[in-house]
């Protein structure tokens, strides 16, 4: 089934978006960056609790077999073009030596920085490897986040970047403001939200969905035989679906249908672009 939408509306968060890259551009005006890297590895049970962050870096979680967290971070350090050379030094040493990481029982904390020039003068990019029952919240200002593997709870944030999640269990939470959104194998309660980037979600629904983009395109597949209700919304495009939705009304902008009777509410939103449901 097509249906084609043709009412306009205005596009929310763009300016978000540019606030965003105007902060970031300034920051770029360096003479050269140094380069650093560390390695940890935390001791932990079969579950763990992660808390990531980075003013400007990708982030990377994936899960491998047994109770440890590893940690590997890439550092890089700006060098103004009015600043001596040791400042910069001085600071890659401290963070190749000393990372920003705490652990407290099984649950760690990595990249919390509370000085402010610290936060805008270093970028750091992690790769993480944890145990399947972590729970998991990441956030980049500038960078993409990839998620792999994990049976917890997952939430990905970041300020302009990808973001990647796979094969996740337990209840998933992502957000960009500008950039592609793309979950697949996720079995659990989804929210998806890009200001400007296409959204894509494939998995068997255990609880509600919420997908949306201010400009770009939202695509799903759902899996599974659960009942479903349907609703989806395109100011500025199409809504296509493979599915024998039982649809509620009239059709407009706005399709409302029932799968097997209804059941976990799945919303669908776009302000400029297409929705497809399969």
């Known amino acids: 089934m097509r249906y084609f939408v043709r009412h306009g509306r205005l596009i929310p968060g763009l300016a978000a978006v540019v606030a965003a890259l105007t902060f970031y551009a300034p920051r770029a005006l360096v003479a050269e960056n140094n380069n650093g890297k560390f390695e940890r590895t935390f001791a932990v049970g079969d579950a763990a609790d992660v808390d990531v962050q980075t003013a400007a870096g990708n982030i990377s979680v994936r899960m491998v077999p047994g109770s440890s967290v590893r940690v590997s971070g890439e550092v890089r350090v700006k060098t103004g073009l009015l600043q001596g050379d040791s400042v910069p030094e001085q600071t890659l040493r401290r963070f190749v030596s000393h990372p920003p990481i705490r652990q407290h029982g099984n649950s760690i904390t990595i990249g ?31 960078g993409d986040v990839q998620v792999e593997g994990l049976h ?35 079995t659990g309660t989804l929210r998806a939200d ?4 296409n959204v894509n979600a494939e998995g068997e629904p255990g609880g509600g969905w919420r997908l949306s983009t201010g400009l770009g395109d939202v695509r799903i597949r759902l899996l599974g035989d659960v009942g479903l209700d349907v609703h989806a919304e395109a100011g500025l495009g199409e809504i296509v679906t493979s599915l024998p939705l039982k649809v509620d009304g009239a059709i407009s902008h706005v399709l409302r249908g029932k799968l097997r009777g209804g059941g976990y509410v799945i919303e669908l939103k776009t302000g400029a672009g297409s929705i497809r449901i399969e």
Do not use: C, W
């Open 152 to 186: 917890g709870a997952v939430t990905a944030d970041t300020g302009a970047g990808k973001v990647t999640i796979s094969v996740v269990t337990g209840d998933v939470r992502a957000n960009t403001g500008l950039g592609d959104i793309s979950i697949l194998g996720v």
């Open 194 to 197: 890009s200001s400007a980037g």
């Open 112 to 142: 919390h920085l509370r000085d402010s020039d610290l936060r805008r003068d270093t970028f750091i990019s992690y790769e993480i490897e944890v145990p399947e029952n972590t729970r998991l919240r990441s956030q980049t200002g500038l």
